[in-house]
């Protein structure tokens, strides 16, 4: 069975830190492009950093110098580091996978998580 648990959402003030965590299971990591989107209320589900075949990663421009997506494949696990954030940042974010998409213009990514909200308020 497929699993894509998130952890490390939280309650943070502007200008502060997270760190997502992504553990990944039942399927071969080394093998799939991993994602990270989010879904604010009232709005569509965004790409936020998505890492390609190439091993480039991209980011969405409001997310980008302050948010760094990385991978340990030892773990299984993908993070994103989430540094200076703003209230508009605030929405669930979800981890996603998939075998032959890796760009975060799309969400029809096969694998996804259950999201780990993210709340950024002063």
């Known amino acids: 069975e497929v699993q894509l648990v998130e952890s490390g959402g939280g309650a943070v003030q502007p200008g502060e830190s997270l760190r997502l965590s992504c553990l990944a299971s039942?399927?071969?990591?080394?093998?799939?492009?991993l994602g990270w989107f989010r879904q604010a209320p009232g709005k569509e589900r965004e790409g936020v950093a998505c890492?390609?075949?190439?091993?480039?990663?991209s980011y969405d421009d409001s997310v980008k110098g302050r948010f760094n997506m990385s991978s340990d494949g030892a773990k299984n696990t993908v993070y994103l580091q989430m540094n200076s954030l703003k209230p508009e940042d605030t929405a669930v974010y979800y981890c996603a996978a998939d075998s032959f998409i890796d760009s975060c213009a799309t969400d029809a990514w096969d694998y996804w998580g259950q999201g780990t909200q993210v709340t950024v308020s002063a």
């Open positions: 039942g399927f071969t990591f080394d093998d799939h492009h």
């Open positions: 890492m390609h075949s190439d091993g480039r990663t």
